[in-house]
């Protein structure tokens, strides 16, 4: 059963920016603390920026400044603004709760690269 949906990856230059959309596919969405988890090649999966139900947003030292996550409780939706994009950003990335409780979705690949 889908849970989510990852869409906005591409490749982009060092520098650049994307944002990415999560489609949500549960009931009860809006009591969630949400997240976006990524997967580096090789590395294991770590959580990038979280969002509670309220609005208040925690992000992991590594994106605090550039990253912006947010959410839309209506659309069941969750974002992420990446800005200042670099090579080390490149990473399959993921949405689900803080603590990564439902099934994955399959993520959306971001590659930063010249």
């Known amino acids: 059963q889908v849970q989510f949906v990852e869409s906005g990856g591409g490749v982009v230059q060092p520098g650049g920016a994307l944002r990415l959309s999560c489609v949500v596919y549960?009931?009860?969405?809006?009591?969630?603390?949400m997240a976006w988890h990524r997967q580096a090649p090789g590395k294991q999966r770590e959580l990038v920026a979280s969002i509670t139900r309220d609005g208040t947003t925690d992000y992991a030292d590594s994106v605090r400044g550039r990253f912006t996550i947010s959410r839309d409780n209506v659309q069941k939706m969750v974002y992420l603004q990446m800005t200042s994009l670099k090579p080390e950003d490149t990473a399959v990335y993921y949405c689900?709760?803080?603590?990564?409780?439902?099934?994955w979705g399959e993520g959306t690949l971001v590659t930063v690269s010249s």
């Open positions: 689900n709760t803080r603590a990564g409780i439902f099934t």
């Open positions: 549960r009931t009860g969405f809006s009591g969630y603390s």
